[in-house]
């Protein structure tokens, strides 16, 4: 039967943009496209649009518009805040960092890069159930800790982590705490003063707003440094001309997700724990991270035997959109650096699946997954030979 509609569950990956968000931007394209940093009252009307988005955005967070910083994207501000906190750590004499197994890239590769430079990165392991403790932060911080930096919650299992009692922990002890926000803003409550945060990434088109546009919230007294010189725009921490279009439609989308997350969440988790209770009737498969601590659209499954690569193929020829871990290491061999973290042998983590979805979705949707994935699954596993030896009993299952 040929799909003529997309079931589209890549949400983690990208997001459709809102129609409120397209409507904030489309002003700024063609009608007052000036230069927010210009004189003339033509140039002010964009810079009170570019104001009144940091407004809304900084209420989104409950942080203060002078704690908001405009950057190009969520990889953007994960850069600058590692790689502010680190040098300013290192005036200081301290040039240990604590992190995480499952960060997303724009962090660990960030902290590779810091590592090449002296300092020293202790990446806490992570629970089976894909959560990271408070109590572990605490036990890593030392008197030379620079920064703590643990996402919000995970972009591959959907995990979220406990990051007010880890503000908490790093607050006390001095030390500054950024967490990678990019898959919880927008999707679950996010308010920097209660979590204890001295700075956050975020990235629009994670919550239905156009690509390339992020943000970086740094508290008030928390030193920050600029990588990109130029201008004297974003109070100097981050130079070129400001992209009014894209900052409107991120407040715009922003606005709509927060005031749409409780209903939402609701409708979302609904769907999601549907998937889960099909796909777990598979047998030898198994669902990856805290069954309930999850973000309301994220599912990531495991199916022992296949390759994870096979079924995103079999899949789109049905007309649904999926990953098998994050888009920037699909297309790889090497399994994913997440499903690893939590403990999964290599042979498991290559057969992974992750279906996200977004409130644009349907229960048909989810109708049209449970129809597609069993019976592909059982196909892959009929042409595998790793799962001829399985059932042979030649290897144990692990799953
Ligand atoms: C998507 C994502 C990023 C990168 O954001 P970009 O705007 O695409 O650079 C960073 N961290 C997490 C957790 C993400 O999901």
Known sequence: MAQDKLVYADNAATTKMSKAAVE?????????????????SAGQRAKEALEGAREKIAKCLNADTKEIYFTSCGSESDNQAIRSAAYNGALKGKKHIISTAFEHHAVLH????LKA???????????????????????????DTALVTIMYANNEIGTIQPIREIGEVCRKAGVVFHTDAVQAVGHIPVDVKADNVDMLSLSAHKFHGPKGVGVLYCRKGVPLKSFIEGGAQERGKRAGTENVASICAMAAALQESCANMQENAVKLSAMRDRLIQGLTKIEHSRLNGDRDRRLPGTVNMCFEGIEGESLLLLLDAKGICASSGSACTSGSLDPSHVLLSIGLPHEVAHGSLR??????????DVDHILECVPPIVEYLRS????????????KPHLI
């Not at 009608?31 to 210009?38: A, D, E, L, R, W």
């Not at 990446?123 to 408070?134: D, M, P, S």
């Open 24 to 40: 904030a931007m489309l002003p700024y394209l063609d009608g007052t496209y000036y230069n927010p940093s210009s004189l003339y």
């Open 110 to 113: 960030t902290l590779n890069r």
């Open 117 to 143: 430079e002296g300092y020293e990165i202790t990446l806490l392991g992570v629970h089976e159930n894909g959560i990271v403790t408070a109590e572990q932060v605490k036990e890593a911080i030392r008197p």
């Open 355 to 364: 279906l996200s979805l977004s409130e644009y979705n349907t229960e048909e």
């Open 383 to 394: 042409i595998s030979p790793v799962w001829e030896e399985l059932v042979k009993g030649i």
